[in-house]
């Protein structure tokens, strides 16, 4: 906060590299800090760094469209990313820090009869497990979002919507700054500009890592945490990860007065749209058609997405784009994460994330702090562990995991 002179404070501090830390988690986004923040907050386990090779959320966690949601397919899923949603709800009072959770509706709309099943079977599946969602009609959706185009004239009418009033936005760096300055006051390390470039194992037990500027650090835990380097931080311990990097590219509109409270997502139309605090529009799309690396937008993506939502807002057309963007989306083949033990003793992982992680942040900071401390996967993530691509487990989220998959 501001200081007496009304400066703004350090949010976290800068150190120099311990030689040696009992944790060290690579990757500084929101599941890297949350894992240093639950792993210090709920097991007293402080002797932690977490190493970033840019700045703190410059990957997924400052490239997402800030959605938070449980309305998900599978129990499994939905028990899970309920838990998050539970968290978020009070995590600004827990970090004591502002993270401008809007809790404002999630309207994932059907235009075919199979994603209208789909969304009653998703319906079904979130009431079991305790979470508010169901199928509303066409009247409703316009009641909700009075801009939404709900007549049959378009080229794929809305037949309905799944609704889930718990889903909505946060403030994406606010999530990420919050968990930041939690770790660092209970003593947890955050390097910055710190690239991991090796991992040591000695008898398949992890012993510590190499950075770019030459460093060893000594670690009997080391935990993946990143997105988009997942499989090649992986690969430093031998361990093959069933995952496949393509782009997924956003962007944002000049802001206007508030009209779109909902957030509303088209799997047909391969589209999302939510309107921030400040006015803007912020518009997702389905992750790119080929693996890339690349963090840029393209013309492609805005055309596209231009057309899409037009069909759904016609009122909008004279709006402009301010900017775009892309961030990394590891896919696995069932469209959920891999997260707990690996067959290196010590090395864990927290990957696997597609186009959903930043919303599993919190759960997944304190499942992996859990499964850490104790050496075992708690029950909330056990269906997730890397061992289900072997034994034939898969958790099929394709049909809840995000649009157009
Ligand atoms: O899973 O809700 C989601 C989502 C929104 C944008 C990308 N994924």
């Not at 210090?40 to 002797?47: C, F, L, R």
């Not at 900071?365 to 487990?393: Q, S, T, V």
Request: with cysteine; hydrophobic share 40%.
């Amino acid at each position: 906060g501001l200081g007496a002179g009304g400066e703004w404070g350090r949010a976290f501090r800068h150190h120099t590299p311990r030689q040696a830390y009992d944790v060290v988690i690579i990757g500084g986004g929101v599941h890297g800090l949350a894992t240093a923040h639950y792993l210090a907050e709920n097991h007293g386990i402080t002797n932690i760094a977490v190493l970033e090779k840019s700045y703190i959320g410059s990957g997924g966690s400052g490239r997402n469209t800030a959605i938070l949601r449980s309305n998900y397919l599978t129990p499994e899923g939905v028990r899970f990313y309920d838990r998050s949603v539970k968290l978020y709800e009070h995590l600004a009072a827990d970090l004591n820090f502002n993270v401008m959770f809007s809790q404002r509706g999630h309207m994932t709309l059907a235009h075919n009869d199979s994603s209208l099943r789909t969304m009653h079977w998703r319906a079904e599946v979130n009431k079991l497990q305790g979470v508010d969602s169901s199928v509303i009609d066409p009247g409703e959706i316009k009641k909700l979002v009075p801009y939404m185009d709900v007549s049959a004239s378009t080229r794929y009418p809305i037949l309905g919507a799944l609704y889930h009033p718990p889903g909505g936005i946060i403030r994406h760096d606010a999530v990420v700054w919050g968990y930041a300055r939690s770790a660092d006051a209970h003593g947890v390390h955050i390097h910055q500009k710190t690239e991991v470039v090796g991992i040591d194992v000695t008898s398949n037990r992890v012993t510590g890592v190499r950075t770019a500027d030459g460093r060893r650090i000594s670690a009997p835990v080391v935990v993946n945490c990143t997105a988009g380097w997942s499989t090649l931080i992986s690969d430093m311990v031998g361990v093959d990860m069933p995952v496949q990097t393509f782009p997924l590219q956003a962007a944002v509109t000049e802001p206007v007065k508030p009209f779109l409270d909902t957030v509303v997502v088209s799997g047909t139309l391969h589209t999302y749209v939510s309107q921030t605090d400040r006015g803007e529009l912020v518009f997702g799309a389905s992750v790119d058609p080929f693996a890339s690396y690349s963090t840029r937008g393209s013309l492609d993506f805005v055309e596209g997405l231009a057309g899409h939502v037009l069909e759904l807002m016609p009122a909008l057309s004279k709006m402009r784009l301010l900017r775009q963007w892309a961030g990394l989306c590891d896919m696995t083949p069932d469209y959920s994460p891999i997260m707990g033990l690996t067959p290196v003793e010590g090395f864990f992982v927290d990957v696997g994330w597609g186009t959903y992680g930043f919303k599993a942040g919190p759960v997944s900071g304190e499942a992996m702090a859990a499964c850490i401390a104790h050496g075992k996967p708690p029950e909330i993530i056990a269906a997730f562990g890397l061992d289900r691509f072997e034994e034939g487990r898969l958790v099929g989220e394709k049909g809840a995991a995000a649009v157009g998959h």
